[in-house]
Nanobody, 118 residues
Framework: QVQLVESGGGLVQPGGSLRLSCAAS????????MGWYRQAPGKQRELVAS???????AYAEPVKGRFTISRDNAKSTVYLQMNSLKPEDTAVYYC????????????WGQGTQVTVSS
């Protein structure tokens, strides 16, 4: 039924920019909070940024001032604009959303690799 499809990952140089997108599809009634998580080898999956249905945002300290999360409710899509990328930003990035279809559920995208290296 419900699925999240991510795009926009890739290899970039330090200081570069990248824009991730995540589109939700399926029999969706409504979407509440959406967010982006990341996981690097040997580390736990951590929240990067989140945005509520009302547009309130929150960021992890390491990305504050560099990343911007936004959403387009008409397209059921959440974005993550990443600027001034650093090698420590390298990770698999996952989209997450709280979605009501027939009941409330927490859904995850398949993950997209972001590698920051020269």
């Amino acid at each position: 039924q419900v699925q999240l499809v991510e795009s926009g990952g890739g290899l970039v140089q330090p200081g570069g920019s990248l824009r991730l997108s995540c589109a939700a599809s399926g029999s969706i009634f409504t979407i509440d909070t959406m967010g982006w998580y990341r996981q690097a080898p040997g580390k736990q999956r951590e929240l990067v940024a989140s945005i509520t249905g009302g547009g309130s945002t929150a960021y992890a300290e390491p990305v504050k001032g560099r990343f911007t999360i936004s959403r387009d409710n008409a397209k059921s899509t959440v974005y993550l604009q990443m600027n001034s990328l650093k090698p420590e930003d390298t990770a698999v990035y996952y989209c997450n959303a709280h979605i009501f279809a027939t009941s409330w559920g927490r859904y995850w995208g398949q993950g997209t690799q972001v590698t920051v290296s020269s």
